[in-house]
Nanobody, 115 residues
Framework: QVQLVESGGGLVQPGGSLRLACAAS????????MGWYRQAPGKQRELVAS???????NYADSVKGRATISRDNDKNTMYLQMHSLKPEDTAKYYC?????????WGQGTQVTVSS
């Protein structure tokens, strides 16, 4: 069984930065595709960024150039660094681990961008 625990959310001013972290238990982290998703009130959950076990990254158009996803396989931890935050980045951010047929989600961490 895999557990994912997100941290690093909070209230950030527009234009600010933050770093989210996702700590994973279990031994499949290093061979799994990891991703950050977000869900704003009244909207569907959407992919923010993903990273393969080989370090290949993919970003949503809405965050390209403002976000960096990374992973530390020795620490079983994934990160999302974001800057130039906008009010529309406000959402609950979820960590996802995918190693088909298994798919795991964290409980999420709230990010609010507001002055």
């Amino acid at each position: 069984q895999v557990q994912l625990v997100e941290s690093g959310g909070g209230l950030v001013q527009p234009g600010g930065s933050l770093r989210l972290a996702c700590a994973a238990s279990g031994s499949i982290f290093r061979i799994a595709i990891m991703g950050w998703y977000r869900q704003a009130p009244g909207k569907q959950r959407e992919l923010v960024a993903s990273i393969t076990s080989d370090g290949i990254t993919n970003y949503a158009d809405s965050v390209k150039g403002r976000a960096t996803i990374s992973r530390d396989n020795d620490k079983n931890t994934m990160y999302l660094q974001m800057h130039s935050l906008k009010p529309e980045d406000t959402a609950k951010y979820y960590c996802n681990l995918r190693r088909l047929p298994r798919n795991y989600w964290g409980q999420g961490t709230q990010v609010t961008v507001s002055s």
